[in-house]
C-alpha cells in the first residue's frame, strides 16, 4: 500500500507530471502564472476539484456503463468546478474578478478529465482521491514556480496582493531587486510561453541527468527498505 | 531526369561565412555616419556595448554547448547580430537595454535554436521585438536629429513616423510638414541620410552578390505600390508619400541588411519575391494602420515565419525542354 502511494506521489510530481511532462492544462498554467497569488487561487481551485471529482468518479465506477462515462465526467467535474467558483465568489471576490474566467474553464483542462478516465474509472476511492491530490500538487507547483519566476522578472517582487487570498498575508510582499524599471515582457503571453518553455528544458536536463534505470533501482532498493 | 542547366555568373565566388560577415559590417559604415552625424556618438556607443555583450554571449553559450570556441568566434554573425541590433535602438538606450537585446538575440533567439543557420528568427529583430514589447517608452524615445527645432532642454522626442501617426490631427500632409520642423525633402530629417546611407550599403552588398536582389526589389517596390495606392493625394487621411516610406525608419535597412539574412530568409528566386513583398506590404500596414510608428521587426519576424512554407510551394522544378 505505502509503495502504491508512493509510486503515485512520484509518477504525479515528477515522473509523469501534468505540467511538466505530460503538457496537459498549458492554456490555464500560462495565462493564470502572471502573479504568486493569481497562481495559488488556481493551483487550490484545481487541486480541489480533482480531489472531489476523482473522488466521486470513483465511487460510481461500477454504475456507469463505458458508452456515457465522458459526459457522466465532464457534468461530475463540472459540478466541482461550480462549486469552486461559488467559494471563490464568497470569499475572495477580489481575486475571483482577476482569474475570472479561468475558475470555469477548469471544466476544460484535460489533467483532471485524464485522471478520471484513466486512474479514478479504475480505483477505489480514497487511493482515487489521493491521486488527485497528488496530481493537483504536481501541476499546481509548476504553477507557483511559473508564478513567482513570472512576477519575480516582471516587476521585481513576489508574494504582491496576497491578501487577495489569504486575507492575513496583506504583508508577505518581498521586493527583492528595489529599483527595478520592470520587465514587461514576463507578465505578457510570450514571456510565460519563454519560461514554461524554460522550466520543460531544466526538467529534461535533470531527468536525464539520471539515467531512467538508475531511478528504477532506487525506488526498488527504497521500496524494500521501506517494507 | 533532365536537369536544367544553370550558368554561373562571371564574377561568382564562394564567400566564407566570416568573409561574408565582414562585407556586411564595412556596408554598414554609410548609414552609421549618417547616423552619427545627425544624432550623435549614442549609435556608436551602442554598437561597441553590444558587440561586447554579443561576444560575452556567443562564448558562455559556446562554452556550455561545449562548442569550439575559437571557431564560432571567427565567424563574426555574433557581431553582426550585435551592430544590426545597435543600428536599431535609440542612441540615447540606456546600458541595460543593450544587454538584455543581445541576450534575447544571442541566447534565445540564436543558439536554443541550435546555432547559426539552425535559427528560424532573425536574432536582430527578435531582440528588437522583445524590447519594443518590454520597454516601450525606452525604444520610442529617439534623439532629436540635428537640425530640428526642439527646446533648449529637451534632447530626446518622437521620430518623424512617429510624429506623423500621432500628432497630424487631420491635417492635408503639407499643412503639417510647414507646421513641423521635423520633415526635410522627403521624409524626416535625418532619416533621409540614414536611409541614403543604408541604400549605399545595400547596394554594395548587391554588386557583391553577397545578398540575394530579389529581396530587396520585392520589399521595396511593394511598399512604393502600397504607398502609392494610399497616398490620396496628400489627403488629411493620406498614408504618406511612397518617398517618406522608402527613406522613412527602417525601410531601407530592412530592405538591404535585415531581411536578407540568409538563414531566415526564403532561399528559393521566387520565393525570395514573394518573401520580399510580404515584407513589405505588412511593413506598411503596420506604418498606417498598426499599433506602432514602424514595423519592419514585426514584419520580418512574419516574414520568417512564412518563410518554410514559402519554400515549400516555390522549389525549381527540372524544366521538361533541356
Redesign the interface.
Known sequence: MTTNLKNISRQALWHNNPALVQLLGLCPLLAVSSSVVNALGLALATTMVLVFSNLMVSLIRHQITDAIRLPVFVLIIAGFVTCVELLLQAFAYPLYLSIGIFIPLIVTNCAILGRAVSFAAKNPPLISAFDGLMTGLGFGLVLLALGAIRELIGTGAVFANMELLLPFAGNWELTVLPGYPGFLLALLPPGAFLLMGLLLAIKNLISSARPQSEQATEAAVQSINNN | MAVKKIKLPKNYQVLSTSMIMLWVLVACIPGLIALTVFFGWGTLINIVWLGLWALVFEALVLVLRKRNLAFYLKDYSALVTAVLLGLCIPPSSPW?LGV?GMFFAIV?AKHLYGGLGQNLFNPAMVAYA?LL????IEMTNWVIPLGVEHDIDAFTGATALDLFRNERGGMLIHEFWSQTSAFGTFSGIGWEWVNAGFLLGGLLLLYKRIIAWQIPLAMLSSLVLLSALFYDGGSSVSGGSPLMHLFGGGTMLCAFFIATDPVTASTTPRGRLIYGALIGIVTYVIRVWGAYPDGIAFAVLLGNFAAPLIDHYTQPRPSSDA
Do not use: E, L
Open positions: 541595460w538584455t534565445i522583445v514589447i518590454a520597454f516601450p
